[in-house]
């Protein structure tokens, strides 16, 4: 039912964009259908590559079908709102009707508006924020432990081998004790992940890996992901625990299982080490409090990429990003040091987190 919805908004989306360019540019007939066209193209390219049939593509071609269509998805999202600012502009004669048919100037502005967008939102997504957090914690610990938290890499045909071993060099640069992962490693296929034997890159890490399963592990195959995490030396916790460093671990498999163990279940009673609990997706942050974990580390939301889908997140979740508590227990939903689809971040950022916990 999800999907349905999202494919008749998207095309009802693309509908009134394609009226809209067909009226604002100032074109002959023919120029006008080929733009038409191309938009109907770029459209069907989407959807073919979120089908397993990209995976027979060669790898360039592949790459270059995912981040076009994917990236066009972007385009389409900012011209909708940029007609719709200027219906309404017109309604309030800020300008004359004549601005959006045959309009030259018309279609600079829309023109130059979109592609400043877009240029500023490649550039800020290939900026890498860092949060850093201190946790302190009344439970006994040997030593102050240094934490690299992350999730949300979606690797694949857009963020490929040369992006990882940049994010590798970031995460080791911070010299952590334990890196943390908290789900969508693979982005849509684990091919190109082997294609370009990414687990070397991760191998790299200076630290123990720990990870949980997200909704993107399910949809690029569960075995075949398990396969890629054991051979880049993730230890990856579905439903299970860890004991490191005198601190509980625990990695929830992704809510997409219905049938995963309930939070409680797996940390037991009367636990006296500090828990950390690593899960997917941030809804039901009530269950962490109720169990007494002290501090949660979640991804997913993307804080929606770019703006406004950001408010939509905020709407939806009850912490859509960033540092949260519920009585003594904290948590942190990662914007994601990835990305899914196009590589822009506009009104919201990627980043990593370096989180450093010790006894008061």
């Known amino acids: 039912m999800g999907f349905i919805l999202f494919f008749l908004l998207f095309i009802a989306a693309q509908g009134y964009v394609a009226w809209r360019v067909w009226q604002i540019m100032p074109a002959p007939v023919a120029v006008k259908i080929a733009a038409m066209v191309l938009m109907v193209a770029l459209i069907a390219l989407f959807f073919f590559a979120m089908t397993p049939q990209l995976d027979k593509l060669p790898m360039p071609v592949a790459t270059a079908a995912y981040e076009v269509s994917t990236s066009y998805v972007i385009v389409l999202l900012y011209l909708l709102l940029l007609f719709v600012c200027m219906e309404l502009g017109r ?79 970031s995460i080791n640069a911070q010299k952590p004790d334990i890196v943390l992962i908290a789900g969508d490693i693979v982005d849509r296929s684990v091919k190109p992940l082997l294609d370009e034997d990414m687990a070397a890159e991760l191998r790299r890490v200076k630290a123990p890996i720990f990870a949980c399963p997200g909704n993107h592990e399910y949809y690029s195959g569960y075995a075949a992901c398990d396969s890629f995490y054991h051979d880049a030396g993730i230890r990856l916790l579905r439903d299970e625990t860890a004991v490191w460093g005198g601190m509980l671990i625990v990695g929830r498999d992704d809510r997409t299982n219905a049938a995963r163990k309930p939070l409680a279940e797996l940390i037991g009673r009367n636990e006296k080490r500090y828990v950390i609990v690593l899960d997917h997706q941030p809804y039901h942050l009530e269950e962490a409090e109720q169990a007494g974990v002290d501090f949660q580390l979640s991804g997913h939301t993307h804080h929606g990429q770019v703006w406004p889908i950001s408010w939509v997140t905020e709407l939806i979740y009850e912490c859509a990003w960033g540092l949260h508590s519920r009585g003594e227990t904290q948590y942190y939903v990662s914007s994601g040091l990835g990305i899914w689809g196009g590589k822009f971040r506009i009104g919201t950022r990627s980043e990593f987190v370096v989180a450093e916990l010790w006894s008061r």
Request: aromatic share 8%; hydrophobic share 45%.
């Open 91 to 169: 309604l309030v004669h800020l300008f004359p009707r004549e601005f959006m048919h045959g309009s030259v100037e018309g279609t600079l502005i829309v023109t130059i508006a979109v592609v400043a967008l877009l240029v500023y939102g490649n550039l800020h997504y290939r900026h890498k924020y860092c949060e850093r957090l201190q946790l302190l914690t009344e439970k006994p610990m040997r030593e102050t432990v240094r934490m690299v938290m992350v999730s949300d890499l979606h690797l694949g045909y857009h963020n490929n081998r040369q992006e990882l071993a940049r994010w590798v060099d």
